[in-house]
């Protein structure tokens, strides 16, 4: 089965880029600096910041869908990210190398399925879970912080 993982769409963050402590405060917002890797994971690009890199904390809303499981939670965003990760049937090392809680929403923004996978077991368990039809749409999840990480689609 054909997948494709996706990063956020820049757009709803550009306007924060740039701007000084006290201005990310009022949006709710913080910068943070990487000083490790892998430890600072970017939602739009999906890969892990390089050490010295700046990104944003901020909350976001990932299941915008109204319905019991609409949710939020703190996401890093790389400041300056541009260009979403869009892979065909490919994973980004980011997802691979944490544990991964996959999951799979059906049109209605309802949780039907949910898995636990990691490494080399992503892609497998990917695949089982959009080859239930009532899945519409995975949501990928670092599972040790919680937070969410891309959108998963069949291609």
Do not use: K, W
């Not at 769409?9 to 890797?37: C, K, M, S, T, W």
């Not at 260009?83 to 809680?101: C, H």
């Amino acid at each position: 089965m054909s997948y494709r993982v996706r990063g956020l769409d820049p757009a709803p963050f550009r306007h924060l880029y740039g701007l000084g402590e006290a201005e990310l405060a009022g949006y709710g917002a913080q910068r943070r600096i990487a000083d490790v890797r892998p430890g600072f994971p970017d939602r739009i690009e999906v890969r892990d910041a390089e050490p010295g890199e700046s990104l944003l904390l901020l909350n976001h809303i990932h299941q915008r869908a109204d319905s019991p499981y609409r949710a939020s939670h703190a996401i890093f965003v790389r400041e300056g990210a541009e260009t979403p990760l869009d892979l065909l049937d490919a994973l980004p090392e980011a997802l691979l190398v944490r544990p991964i809680s996959l999951r799979g929403f059906d049109d209605a923004g309802m949780m039907v399925e949910a898995d636990l996978a990691e490494g080399s077991g992503l892609g497998p368990a990917i695949e089982r879970l959009l080859a239930n039809r009532a899945v519409a749409y995975l949501h990928a999840h670092y599972a040790r912080p919680g937070c969410y990480a891309a959108l998963i689609a069949r291609a």
